[in-house]
């Protein structure tokens, strides 16, 4: 039996050090992750969160941050009805690969059939989709209704 | 029970007609799929090769074509010996505006409990529809090397 995961894999025409940034920096994410910006002090163990118009809207903690290879934090969307649902789990890997680099994202320790592993298989290829866009032509790609974050 | 295929979502700032054209044509394919032609007249019931080089990898015929929205073919692979004796498969690609872009959903299904198969095409198409979107979005694509996908018939 698998456990509910979501595992996605993009490459992207950048470097590891420019793809760090954009997932670790505000001004970064608010560009490609319609709206929300991500803050935290970067060290394992330190909270961190996302807000839109200063609404927090993920939150969570910092399990692994080894710059600019692995990242991954705890996952608490904010939202009411999300509330019963279990913290859950984001890891990114990045790998270089000739001129590119090899992103996956593996979202875990999701509760079975709750919604927020529908949520979020909805959302994490509109994200990663404008992320590869910004990287690659400067520009992200133009909003969209997301259902998550 | 999951059962065994494959779905990919993306999203690309193009349009469905040209979308359809980069998945039906030599001309788009060869620039982000490996070197692949993708050779098929794209009517129902005709058949469909994807041919790299010399050799055709893997054959089928198509299921549903209505452009630029969707299309369909079956999906037998011809090249690795461990993966010739599966049995046909099926992709289908749904061609969605989304705002101004386009979602493009690709599901390949039809795999048997433990395909090989399967694990290959899992780590084929994220690197073939990054390529594509790269392709449609800046008119260029930089090469993965087969090798970096950890296909390991490949290396």
Redesign the interface.
């Known amino acids: 039996m698998s456990k509910p995961e979501f595992i996605y894999t993009t490459y992207i025409e950048t470097t590891p050090e420019k793809l760090w940034l954009a997932l670790t920096d505000g001004d970064f994410t608010e560009r490609y992750w319609f709206g929300h910006r991500v803050a935290s002090a970067w060290e394992i163990g330190s909270p961190y969160k996302f807000s839109k118009q200063d609404k927090t809207t993920i939150a969570g903690k910092v399990l692994t941050f080894e710059p600019p290879k692995r990242l991954s934090y705890t996952w608490d969307n904010q939202k009411p009805d999300l509330a019963h649902e279990r913290s859950s789990r984001v890891t990114f890997d990045i790998e270089p690969r000739g001129k590119v680099v090899k992103l996956t994202v593996t979202h875990d320790n999701l509760d079975d059939g709750g919604k927020t592993f529908s949520d979020i298989s909805g959302g994490w290829p509109m994200v990663l989709a404008s992320l590869k866009s910004l990287l690659e032509t400067g520009q992200p790609l133009p909003p969209m209704s997301s259902p998550a974050a | 029970?999951?059962k065994p295929e494959f779905i990919?979502?993306?999203?690309?700032?193009t349009t469905p007609e040209q979308l359809w054209e980069a998945l039906t044509s030599s001309k788009f394919t060869r620039r982000y799929w490996f070197d692949t032609e993708v050779r098929s007249n794209w009517k129902v019931g005709s058949p469909f090769a994807l041919v790299m080089g010399d050799k055709t990898t893997d054959t089928g015929a198509i299921l549903e074509a209505d452009p630029p929205w969707r299309l369909s073919y079956s999906f037998k692979h011809q090249w690795f010996e461990e993966m010739r004796n599966e049995p046909a498969t099926r992709v289908v690609f749904t061609i969605e505006p989304?705002?101004?872009?386009v979602k493009l959903t690709v599901t390949h299904e039809g795999f048997i409990e433990g395909s090989k198969l399967l694990g290959a095409v899992s780590r084929g198409w994220?690197?073939i529809l990054?390529?594509l979107?790269?392709l449609l979005?800046?008119g260029k694509v930089?090469?993965?090397?087969p090798a970096?996908l950890g296909i390991e018939q490949f290396n």
């Not at chain 2, 989304?98 to 872009?101: A, K, L, S």
């Not at chain 2, 930089?142 to 090397?145: D, R, T, V």
């Open positions: 029970m999951r990919y979502v993306t999203y690309i700032e989304h705002g101004g872009i994220p690197a990054s390529g979107k790269s979005e800046t930089f090469a993965i090397p970096a």
